[in-house]
């Protein structure tokens, strides 16, 4: 790198460290105050995250309530009074115990043996009812896809899928009296209250991360734990909501390639027939939250294109509000959501954009069709950011049209302070790919390849999101195929441009990116140098060593069907390597579950294999991407480093 940009790098990367992310808003009753949940964008080696919960109020108040050690989350004030329910790993590091902040104290709340991932106060506020993860399951892999575990070191290491799952539990307020209430033989994902006795959940008798694939919704009686099945789906759930009158259940459905990344259609189940009826049929089907404003209307937040959108839907499938906007608007880009006060005369949201980090925002529910009320900031968690940025880039929008004429859209990144002429360009794949490249603070998490220097093309393909539940379905059956095209069909845009020289075109990309650079890598010689993160380099074996049953999907049907068998080895870049020329740093966490180590060390060593210049890094303690401190930093550094010798080798690199 040039001296400028060796130092705008180590600049960049600082700051991106010193971003907080805000999470998990809870209006207080009179909604004139909010708890949510702060953290900081990496931990410590052997930590948890230190997050701890804040109060903020609509005049710009705000005010720390916890302290933990540990990490302090999911905050929920009481529906009838000032308590606060949230939980925190401070007794056991990596289980979330239940406890209540009351009168400036907070007290360990009930027995839960889980780690608590969902909290509902009952209607009376006398009861919390939790969804909790026994030790021995996976995170999802916007989690990190790692085991959970506490206590010491597992060893042996047994999975038992007859055993572990996901349970509810109802405390008493009054005196943390708990007692199991969901299901005695079947996994809980998500739920939500019927009445006092009752729940709306999803749920799979496979308790691992394969079972939610194929979860169903379903109704829980507490008291005899009972289960009947409502609705059952081929595509993947998310978001069940019950209505105030307990007469509807909405729900999202769609394709999605991970747990969490649900951006479908919005269906309504009325209960009392268990006629399905679909919201919005001809609009907005990359939908990812539902909450229910009264009986008749529903709060939504979505994907749309580069951007976001949020509004109103009523039961009848009418928009009656909605507004669009080139942000993320919700905890992260895998996830669009609002928060509406109680008196739903106001939302709340988490709020990012280009050039502007994450902030809580907020406005008043005054609006009409067509009418644009904006966002008032609520906190300045990260005004320091953008101060003095060191060299922010310019982010430009790309569009151009794959080789059946499809519409594609990107973003671009163009370094600052950028010579005249092509520039060496880095191709950074997102994951997924049920996920999409969008305007944010940090797109596509590229902020550091720019302030190295690099054009940075974050291609949307096929098969992703916010362009409607048909767009998100059209790579199944032909991953690596068509999607890639519309990636290269991309650089040519970029060449055409001007600002990109495709001889010094290098690649990268997390998960289903580190497959597509790994697809890239076997099957063309387009790419000087490539960074293979956290990837899939043999879709058969990946399928039998993950967690997950999304090789299934991708491929069109089960590996056990021979035709989707042979596609699934066909389309694996193991198998593809016939004369490979691209350097390849591959990049992997030891303990990921979701993409595992193997698939990194056999494309390792197959290209050593073909003598391809390649190296293997694996990170102790992390899994689907690094969360340590010093293992993100390295991560970076090294990735800089590959791509500058390759792409620039007349300039002397360095660590």
Same mark, same amino acid.
């Given at each position: 790198?040039?001296?400028?940009?060796?130092?705008?790098?180590?600049?960049?990367?600082?700051?991106?460290?010193?971003?907080?992310?805000?999470?998990?808003?809870?209006?207080?009753?009179?909604?004139?105050?909010?708890?949510?949940?702060?953290?900081?964008?990496?931990?410590?080696?052997?930590?948890?995250?230190?997050?701890?919960?804040?109060?903020?109020?609509?005049?710009?108040?705000?005010?720390?309530?916890?302290?933990? #050690?540990?990490?302090?989350?999911?905050?929920?004030?009481?529906?009838?009074?000032?308590?606060?329910?949230?939980?925190? *790993?401070?007794?056991?590091?990596?289980?979330?115990?239940?406890?209540?902040?009351?009168?400036?104290?907070?007290?360990?709340?009930?027995? $839960? #043996?889980?780690?608590? &991932?969902?909290?509902?106060?009952?209607?009376?506020?006398?009861?919390?009812?939790?969804?909790?993860?026994?030790?021995?399951? *996976?995170?999802?892999?916007?989690?990190?896809?790692?085991?959970?575990?506490? @206590?010491?070191?597992?060893?042996?290491?047994?999975?038992?899928?007859?055993?572990?799952?996901?349970?509810?539990?109802?405390?008493?307020?009054?005196?943390?009296?708990?007692?199991? $209430?969901? #299901?005695?033989?079947?996994?809980?994902?998500?739920?939500?209250?019927?009445?006092?006795?009752?729940?709306?959940?999803?749920?799979?008798?496979?308790?691992?991360?394969?079972?939610?694939?194929?979860?169903?919704?379903?109704?829980?009686?507490?008291?005899?734990?009972?289960?009947?099945?409502?609705?059952?789906?081929?595509?993947?759930?998310?978001?069940?909501?019950?209505?105030?009158?307990?007469?509807?259940?909405?729900?999202?459905?769609?394709?999605?390639?991970?747990?969490?990344?649900?951006?479908?259609?919005?269906?309504?189940?009325?209960?009392?027939?268990?006629?399905?009826?679909?919201?919005?049929? *001809?609009?907005?089907?990359?939908?990812?939250?539902?909450?229910?404003?009264? *009986?008749?209307?529903?709060?939504?937040?979505?994907?749309?294109?580069?951007?976001?959108?949020?509004?109103?839907?009523?039961?009848?499938?009418?928009? &009656?509000?909605?507004?669009?906007?080139?942000?993320?608007?919700?905890?992260?880009?895998?996830?669009?959501?609002?928060?509406?006060?109680?008196?739903?005369?106001?939302?709340?949201?988490?709020?990012?954009?280009?050039?502007?980090?994450?902030? $809580?925002?907020?406005?008043?529910?005054?609006?009409?069709?067509?009418?644009?009320?904006?966002w008032k900031p609520l906190t300045t968690i990260n005004a320091a950011i953008m101060r003095d940025y060191p060299g922010y880039p310019e982010v430009r929008e790309a569009r151009w049209k794959g080789k059946d004429g499809l519409d594609l859209e990107a973003l671009v990144l163009l370094p600052p302070d950028r010579p005249s002429g092509p520039l060496p360009t880095i191709v950074d794949i997102h994951g997924g790919p049920t996920w999409s490249a969008k305007y944010a603070f940090n797109p596509g998490y590229a902020l550091p390849l720019a302030a190295a220097g690099y054009v940075v093309f974050l291609p949307n393909y096929r098969g992703n999101t916010g362009w409607g539940q048909p767009y998100s379905k059209l790579n199944i059956g032909d991953p690596g195929g068509a999607e890639f095209d519309?990636?290269?069909?991309?650089?040519?845009?970029?060449?055409?441009?001007?600002?990109? @020289?495709?001889?010094?075109?290098?690649?990268?990309?997390?998960?289903?990116?580190?497959?597509?650079?790994?697809?890239?890598?076997?099957?063309?010689?387009?790419?000087?140098?490539?960074?293979?993160?956290?990837?899939?380099?043999?879709?058969?074996?990946?399928?039998?060593?993950?967690?997950?049953?999304?090789?299934?999907?991708?491929?069109?049907?089960?590996?056990?069907? &021979?035709?989707?068998?042979?596609?699934?080895? =066909?389309?694996?870049?193991?198998?593809?390597? @016939?004369?490979?020329?691209?350097?390849?740093?591959?990049?992997?966490?030891?303990?990921?579950?979701?993409?595992?180590?193997?698939?990194?060390?056999?494309?390792?060593?197959?290209?050593?294999?073909?003598?391809? =210049?390649? =190296?293997?890094?694996?990170?102790?303690?992390?899994?689907?991407?690094?969360? &340590?401190?010093?293992?993100?930093?390295?991560?970076?550094?090294?990735?800089?480093?590959?791509?500058?010798?390759?792409?620039?080798?007349?300039?002397?690199?360095?660590?």
């Open positions: 790198m040039e001296p400028a940009a060796t130092v705008r790098f180590a600049q960049v990367l600082e700051r991106l460290d010193r971003v907080k992310l805000p999470s998990g808003l809870s209006f207080h009753r009179s909604g004139r105050t909010l708890a949510a949940t702060v953290s900081p964008a990496t931990r410590e080696a052997g930590k948890s995250y230190q997050s701890r919960i804040w109060r903020f109020t609509l005049d710009g108040g705000a005010k720390q309530l916890t302290h933990g #050690p540990g990490n302090d989350d999911q905050p929920a004030w009481s529906p009838l009074d000032d308590r606060l329910a949230f939980t925190s *790993d401070r007794a056991v590091k990596g289980k979330a115990d239940l406890f209540l902040l009351e009168r400036g104290e907070a007290r360990p709340l009930g027995r $839960i #043996p889980g780690t608590i &991932e969902a909290l509902r106060w009952s209607a009376d506020a006398k009861f919390l009812i939790a969804m909790a993860a026994d030790r021995g399951l *996976d995170h999802a892999a916007t989690s990190g896809a790692v085991r959970i575990w506490w @206590d010491g070191m597992e060893d042996p290491a047994v999975t038992n899928a007859a055993k572990a799952r996901r349970r509810l539990f109802r405390v008493r307020v009054a005196d943390g009296d708990t007692v199991e $209430i969901g #299901p005695r033989d079947q996994a809980v994902w998500e739920f939500d209250l019927l009445g006092a006795d009752s729940a709306i959940a999803l749920i799979s008798e496979d308790p691992s991360e394969r079972g939610w694939y194929h979860a169903k919704l379903a109704r829980i009686d507490f008291d005899p734990r009972s289960v009947k099945v409502l609705y059952s789906s081929r595509w993947q759930l998310q978001g069940p909501a019950v209505s105030p009158d307990g007469k509807h259940v909405a729900f999202l459905e769609g394709w999605s390639s991970d747990r969490g990344l649900v951006a479908g259609e919005m269906r309504l189940l009325v209960l009392a027939t268990g006629q399905i009826v679909t919201l919005a049929a *001809d609009g907005e089907t990359n939908i990812s939250s539902l909450q229910w404003r009264d *009986d008749e209307s529903l709060w939504f937040a979505g994907w749309s294109r580069l951007g976001s959108n949020h509004g109103v839907v009523r039961r009848d499938g009418s928009i &009656e509000w909605i507004e669009r906007e080139d942000a993320v608007v919700g905890p992260t880009s895998f996830l669009a959501s609002v928060t509406p006060t109680p008196d739903n005369k106001g939302l709340a949201g988490i709020r990012e954009a280009v050039g502007a980090p994450p902030e $809580i925002v907020f406005k008043t529910a005054a609006w009409k069709s067509g009418s644009n009320v904006g519309d990636i290269l069909a991309g650089i040519d845009w970029c060449v055409a441009q001007g600002f990109t @020289d495709p001889m010094k075109l290098g690649i990268t990309g997390g998960s289903y990116g580190g497959y597509m650079t790994a697809w890239a890598v076997a099957t063309t010689d387009h790419f000087k140098a490539a960074v293979m993160v956290s990837g899939i380099a043999n879709q058969w074996s990946c399928h039998y060593s993950c967690n997950h049953d999304f090789g299934e999907y991708i491929v069109g049907g089960p590996l056990t069907e &021979e035709r989707f068998r042979k596609l699934a080895i =066909e389309r694996s870049p193991l198998f593809r390597l @016939d004369k490979p020329t691209t350097p390849t740093l591959i990049l992997h966490g030891v303990e990921d579950r979701c993409t595992p180590l193997g698939q990194g060390q056999e494309f390792h060593s197959a290209l050593r294999e073909h003598g391809v =210049e390649t =190296e293997l890094v694996a990170y102790p303690r992390e899994g689907h991407g690094n969360r &340590e401190r010093a293992h993100r930093l390295d991560a970076w550094r090294r990735s800089v480093a590959w791509f500058g010798r390759f792409l620039r080798p007349d300039r002397k690199q360095g660590r």
